[in-house]
């Protein structure tokens, strides 16, 4: 697909797909993104896709602007003839609904007119792509919800949402790694650490992996959190 480079200093430059948030041009900012941590080049110290673009963190001493752009257009013709590599990874992340962790199901339930647990039911029903991280470290944007269960954002952000606490935020579904300010719907949790500074590296995932949430107990919530804590719980994980 089409695309364009736009200069972001003298360290920077987007790969630019769309002005939209279209699927096409996540899924191609995606494709180019693991091409070129594939390559390891010289000289780039960071790669951040996006739903439309890709955006490439350089040191200018070691590589050029239009070293850049022959790498990036390299990539990307690799890409389209089928050899960009693996799928990704699929994360399986457990989810404790409702609830003291889900304080906005109930909201749900009368904005949609939906059973609390068929809102369950529809919400792990799905495997969500991760099309970006933002906002926070380690913070995914998921597409692909069922959109029967979409709802708007709070009016009034809250001050301060658990780590961990799964949220619906219009048509997307999201995970909050570290407590912070949010508007999102919350309708679970998860004691998984999706974040952790002392980790190598930090974020579970990447753009361009997936993650599938499967429903535990209050018991099972407490249970893995204690694993977690002791550093022995081991996220299921499988490549695509």
């Known amino acids: ?30 494709r180019l993104a693991g091409e070129l941590r594939r390559r390891n080049a010289a000289g780039i110290c960071e790669i951040i896709p996006t739903y439309r673009s890709v955006t490439i963190c350089y040191d200018p001493f070691v590589i050029s602007f239009d070293e850049i752009k022959k ?27 409702g609830g003291r962790f889900g304080a906005d199901l109930e909201y749900i339930a009368r904005k949609t ?79 998984v650490r999706l974040y952790d500074p002392h980790r190598n590296p930090p974020v579970l995932y990447t753009a361009g992996d997936r993650i599938r949430f499967y429903p535990i107990s209050e018991q099972e919530y407490a249970r893995i959190e204690a694993e977690v804590a002791a550093g022995s719980y081991i996220v299921k994980t499988e490549e695509v």
């Open 1 to 30: 697909m089409r695309y364009k480079f736009l200069s972001c200093g003298e360290c920077a430059v987007t790969v630019e797909f769309s002005r939209e948030m279209d699927p096409r041009a996540g899924e191609a900012a995606v």
């Open 113 to 191: 007119g939906l059973d609390m647990r068929e809102i369950v039911r529809r919400h792990i029903s799905r495997e969500y792509p991760i099309n970006m991280i933002g906002f926070l470290p380690g913070f995914p944007y998921l597409s692909g919800m069922d959109e029967t269960i979409a709802v708007p954002r709070l009016e009034n952000p809250r001050e301060l949402i658990p780590a961990g606490s799964v949220g619906i935020g219009g048509k997307q579904t999201g995970v909050y790694p570290i407590a912070s300010p949010g508007g999102w719907r919350l309708i679970g949790r998860t004691p």
């Open 71 to 97: 790498l990036t257009v390299s990539c990307m013709r690799r890409s389209r003839k089928g050899e960009q590599g693996d799928g990704g990874r699929r994360f399986y992340i457990p989810v404790c609904y």
